[in-house]
Every structure is written in structure tokens, then in C-alpha cells.
């Protein structure tokens, strides 16, 4: 495997590959339905992608407006998703604990980043680089065609969760 390219992270504490942490990782992941397909070699191989950090309290993970090329799996501590609401004011919108997935829409599309993401304990993450989830893809495409599927239901889940905010009379109709 090739080393990859790490994200700007350099105010984090880097851990190591992720390949030193894969059965913390899998207790952390395992019951979550999204990756309930995924067999103990499968999470193996991933980790063999990804690097792991570990963060103080109030660090930004992603900061939003900035361009993005990783998502970030919460594997202890606590973070909030903040969005900013125009005047400087910012909105808390999510709190997301271990197993929670981040910046996974930048990490597809290339985008800006949609929501900043701060911890607001001492935390520890994962990091996938879509340079990374290439290569996944091209020498493991089962692996990799796992991994988009998950990417593409927590997506589609997240999307239907802010339609029902949005339009909460239309719960259970087509949603």
C-alpha cells in the first residue's frame, strides 16, 4: 500500500495508521447498521487506508467553507456539527459520539465543506482521504463499492432526516 497524502490535520496529535487500532475500531463500528455488511478482514483492510489522531478539546476537524478530500469516523469523544446562520451567528445541528461519519459529502463531491466540526471532549478519529478511497477502489473494488454504498446511505438518511425537519407534516407520506 502507498502512503497518502494527510489532510492539514497538523494541529492534531497523529496516532499512526489506522492499522494499529483496527479492533477499537471495529468495537466502535460493528453495531452500526451501516456497516453491518462488512466482514473483520473487510474493516482490517480499511484501516490499512486510514491514519488516526486524537484531538483536544474544542479542535475543528473540518472547518466549513473550506474544501474538503476526507471524512473523519468519531472513534471516541464527542463532536458538533456547527453551521453558520448568517450575522456571524452559528447553530449547533448535530452532536455526533463513536461511529458517527464526517465530511463524507466533500469527501464525494469535492465540494466546500457544508458545517464546521469542533470536539467538545477529548477526541479520537479516523481519517479517509479520497485519494485513498481511489486506490480502495481500484485494488479492492469490493471493498470499495462496500464503502460507497455505506456513503451513499448515510447521504440518503441525512437527507431524508432534514426533509422531515423541514416539512414535518409530510412524515411517513413519501419520505
Not at 56 to 72: C, D, K, M, Q, Y
Not at 125 to 141: D, F, G, M, Q
Amino acid at each position: 500500500m502507498t502512503d497518502f497524502t494527510i489532510p492539514d490535520l497538523s494541529h492534531l496529535e497523529r496516532l499512526g495508521s489506522a492499522s494499529g487500532f483496527v479492533e477499537d475500531i471495529y468495537e466502535v463500528v460493528r453495531v452500526l447498521a451501516e456497516f453491518e455488511n462488512f466482514t473483520a478482514s473487510e474493516y482490517s483492510l480499511l484501516c490499512e487506508y486510514m491514519d488516526c489522531f486524537g484531538t483536544p478539546s474544542r479542535a475543528t476537524l473540518i472547518a466549513e467553507g473550506t474544501v474538503g478530500n476526507f471524512l473523519v469516523i468519531i472513534l471516541t469523544g464527542q463532536v458538533d456539527v456547527v453551521k453558520a446562520d448568517g450575522a456571524n451567528g452559528k447553530k449547533v445541528v448535530a452532536h455526533v459520539g463513536p461511529g458517527g461519519i464526517l465530511g463524507e459529502m466533500s469527501l464525494i463531491d469535492g465540494q466546500r465543506r457544508f458545517a464546521s466540526c469542533i470536539s467538545t471532549q477529548p477526541t479520537d478519529i479516523a481519517v479517509l482521504t479520497r485519494e485513498a478511497l481511489n486506490e480502495i477502489l481500484l485494488i479492492h473494488p469490493r471493498l470499495g463499492v462496500k464503502l460507497l454504498l455505506l456513503l451513499i446511505q448515510l447521504t440518503t438518511s441525512r437527507l431524508r432526516d432534514a426533509t422531515r425537519q423541514l416539512l414535518p407534516t409530510l412524515e411517513g407520506e413519501w419520505l
